[in-house]
């Protein structure tokens, strides 16, 4: 199972970005998917989360201006990042759990720079 992860890019602060992360393999189902970011000044931290069932958390810091979303929470999450400000740089990567089981699973990594 691999989680491909792509979107990220460089904007100018108060921009947006969308981020998109698909999981490979055909017997894969996610109990939930997410998004964690490594930024300059912490270590890699939640941002935010969707169960297959459609429940959804964020981090403080991103509510009300990052959206996640899927069209198949069990293999698929994207997240709009808008607002955006240089706070927000980091390396972006989708996390995993498979359904029915603790394997835990993280993407390559998709950077997002925020210029001021």
């Known amino acids: 199972v691999q989680l491909q992860a792509s979107g990220g890019g460089s904007v100018q602060a108060g921009g947006s970005l969308r981020l998109s992360c698909a999981a490979s393999?055909?017997?894969?189902?996610?109990?939930?998917m997410a998004w964690y970011r490594q930024t300059p000044l912490k270590q890699r931290e939640f941002v935010a989360s969707?169960?297959?069932?459609?429940?959804?958390n964020y981090a403080d810091d991103v509510r009300g201006r990052f959206t996640i979303s899927s069209d198949n929470p069990e293999k698929r999450v994207f997240l709009q990042m808008d607002s955006l400000s240089t706070w927000d740089t980091g390396v972006y990567y989708c996390h995993a759990q498979e359904l029915g089981r603790s394997t835990v699973y993280w993407g390559q990594g998709t950077q997002v720079t925020v210029s001021s």
């Open positions: 393999g055909s017997g894969f189902k996610a109990l939930y």
């Open positions: 969707l169960t297959r069932l459609g429940r959804i």
